[in-house]
């Protein structure tokens, strides 16, 4: 029964070799978010898609990147992976809706370890 | 930007009832407050949300006092399951294109013990 599922759950990658993490859904939401969480702190936003509307956090480094080929899919692409991008990438939906709470849905994230 | 603030930890037994306060004194007319909840290794779960007064479900309590300064989440008869980190969050608005902000504080560690 996941809704929003990312895989893989733990990736290891070199320093400075690209890695792509990926998340599907199956409740059709039309905003999917990317949240980066460090260790012992709290998800901070990286970029949401609105449909196919990609908007970028002011903060968020140019090293990520992220592609939504429809739907259901959403990848988040690190170009050149710093020991500093060591971290949890969790992927949320949402279903935007006029006037009316939205909550998000998370997956269970992927734990990003940098060699 | 509307900000919260709450208790770094928590400590309980089963059994108790848990009642975690969240201030957020420049909240905005239109913010609603939501609690979430995450467990190590795994994403926030969206626990309860209110606008005013107070909200249940199955889960838990929401209070909200007349001014929405503060609000607080109850967990009625906490098992060691309980165990975990809550976030409290202010909604801060819609944004660009869709979709809806949080910005999560540092969130209150829960413990639970026999």
């Known amino acids: 029964d996941a809704m929003v599922i990312q895989n893989p759950r733990y990736q290891v990658t070199q320093f400075g070799k690209p890695v792509t993490l990926s998340c599907s859904q199956t409740?059709?939401?039309?905003?999917m978010y990317w949240y980066q969480q460090k260790s012992s702190q709290a998800p901070k936003l990286l970029f949401h898609?609105?449909?196919?509307?990609?908007?970028n956090e002011a903060d968020t480094p140019d090293n990520f990147q992220s592609r939504r080929p429809n739907t259901s899919f959403c990848f988040l692409d690190i170009r050149s992976p710093g020991l500093g991008d060591a971290a949890m990438y969790l992927c949320?939906?949402?279903?935007?809706?006029?006037?009316?709470?939205?909550?998000?849905?998370f997956g269970d994230g992927t734990r990003l370890s940098i060699l | 930007l509307a900000k919260t603030t709450q208790p770094i930890s928590m400590d309980s037994y089963e059994g108790q009832e848990v009642n975690i306060t969240c201030s957020h004194n420049?909240?905005?007319?239109?913010?609603?407050i939501t609690w979430y909840q995450q467990f190590p290794s795994q994403g926030p779960r969206f626990i309860i949300q209110?606008?005013?007064t107070k909200v249940t479900n199955e889960v838990a309590s929401l209070f909200i006092p007349a001014d929405r300064k503060s609000s607080t989440l109850s967990l009625p008869r906490v098992s060691l399951s309980d165990t975990a980190v809550y976030y409290c969050?202010?909604?801060?608005?819609?944004?660009?294109?869709?979709?809806?902000?949080?910005?999560f504080g540092t969130g209150t560690q829960l413990k639970v013990e026999l």
């Open positions: 420049n909240i905005a007319t239109n913010d609603y």
């Open positions: 898609y609105y449909d196919k509307d990609f908007n």
């Open positions: 949320a939906t949402s279903q935007t809706r006029t006037g009316g709470f939205q909550p998000q849905h």
């Open positions: 409740l059709n939401h039309n905003v």
């Open positions: 969050l202010v909604d801060d608005g819609e944004l660009t294109g869709g979709g809806n902000k949080l910005t």
């Open positions: 209110g606008y005013k």
